[in-house]
């Protein structure tokens, strides 16, 4: 999330105002979380979150793939569900990868911008769009689908950003999907005996001790590996 931009140029986390958030969910087809056209109720809370330009500061490309990556590999060992998203300016001139996460409260979703050092992170309810300073700052609110600028993000910009997407995280989904049914549902295998009921995120293991220990258990057909 950047903040080194003159007012007419705010990176979209900062310009909230106006941002357009695009999710890409199972069936491959994007879906307008926030901005014209919202897609209809999200039926849960939401956050986005992004790891592009740390610090409020712009980065080059290449630095900001790694830190998508990264906050990937972190929601993946997790066992979060997530999927790809982007925020972008509605004139289509700026964009931030990053991704649209289910089960977090607000205080974990801070607490995950704030390691990846950003500014605020977004989170989504049936009707609003919530900007949440990862800093304490005073919290904003805007309604989902307000159209507050023309709209210039076209099919092609959103293949283009999917594409983006898919350039950094190719490996690592393909680590979490289950190589039996191809679901991309994993549950971090734990080992040992656990204090308690572990969250549906985790798969509980026993006590198997040895190289061939698996490390995720598939939450759609039960193989492990
Ligand atoms: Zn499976």
Do not use: K
């Amino acid at each position: 999330m950047s903040a080194e931009h003159s007012p007419t140029r705010l990176a979209p986390w900062q310009a909230f105002a106006s941002t357009v958030i695009v999710t890409w969910s199972g069936d491959g087809l994007p879906h307008v979380l926030a901005g014209p056209w919202a897609d209809g109720r999200v039926h849960r809370t939401r956050h986005v979150i992004t790891a592009f330009n740390p610090d409020g500061r712009d980065v080059d490309p290449e630095a900001n793939a790694a830190a998508n990556w990264r906050l990937i590999a972190e929601l993946g060992a997790a066992g979060h569900r997530w999927e790809p998203a982007v925020g972008a300016s509605p004139d289509a001139d700026h964009h931030e990868l990053g991704v649209v996460v289910d089960g977090l409260t607000r205080a974990e979703a801070v607490a995950l911008g704030a390691r990846h050092r950003q500014l605020a992170v977004f989170e989504l309810d049936d009707e609003r769009l919530i900007v949440v300073p990862c800093d304490r700052g005073p919290v904003s609110e805007r309604d989902r689908n307000q159209r507050l600028a023309p709209m210039d993000i076209t099919y092609d910009h959103l293949i283009a950003w999917r594409a983006e997407h898919e350039a950094t995280t190719g490996d690592e989904l393909d680590r979490l999907r289950c190589p039996s049914c191809e679901a991309l549902d994993p549950a971090r295998m734990l080992f040992g005996m656990p204090a308690g009921w572990p969250p549906d995120w985790l798969a509980v293991g026993g006590c198997v001790i040895g190289p061939d220990r698996p490390s995720y258990q598939c939450r759609t057909c039960g193989h492990r590996w």
